[in-house]
């Protein structure tokens, strides 16, 4: 299991845009290291009974927004975990604090026409879901987003190879290590 105390933080944190692969590579991550993960979109439809989509249509984006608030939170004060936050998460300045004070967060950055191609047949993103220019609104999305996902800890490319991508972070994270260590 990696240690999350030679970094001082409580556990590891998958930041960036809807299709940039936060479940994918928190999930994989987590395996490596032998941490547990969570998937906060994942266990707001555990707590709610409903999917995404479901919540968005019925309750709109607000209503969401507090649950989602609300599960990160508590997600956030997890130790010992890797945890994939919703894309929009991030936008929250509670949600923010907290991430800054607990979390070793990664920022996994994404070309906007990749994400196009890589949500091309969701139906499961409730932004995506109306007739609007997907580009557009993918472009307006990192736009509002950019400056709180630039702030993370580390930022990598997941363009193409997970593998890759994942051998990059485990190296991010034992160089983080040092450093912290080296300090003392």
């Known amino acids: 299991m990696f240690d999350l105390n030679k970094i001082k933080k409580k556990n590891i944190c998958i930041i960036g845009l809807m299709g940039s692969g936060k479940s994918i590579i928190g999930k994989d991550l987590s395996k490596s290291l032998n941490l547990k993960f969570y998937d906060t979109d994942k266990e707001i439809e555990i707590m709610t009974n409903q999917t995404i989509n479901e919540i968005f249509e019925n309750k709109g ?26 894309g929009g998460s991030i936008t929250n300045s509670k949600i923010r604090k907290i991430l800054i004070q607990n979390s070793f967060s990664i920022y996994l950055e994404v070309k906007i026409n990749n994400l196009i191609k890589r949500l091309k047949s969701s139906k499961k993103r409730p932004l995506l879901n109306s007739n609007i220019d997907r580009k557009v609104t993918l472009e307006n999305l990192y736009n509002e987003r950019r400056k709180f996902y630039e702030n993370a800890d580390f930022v990598v490319k997941n363009n193409s190879d997970k593998i890759k991508v994942l051998e990059i972070i485990k190296y991010e994270l034992k160089l983080h290590a040092k450093k912290i260590n080296y300090k003392k």
């Open 61 to 86: 984006e607000s209503y969401f927004r507090k649950i989602e608030e609300k599960v990160c939170l508590d997600l956030l004060n997890h130790e010992n975990c890797v945890i994939s936050l919703g």
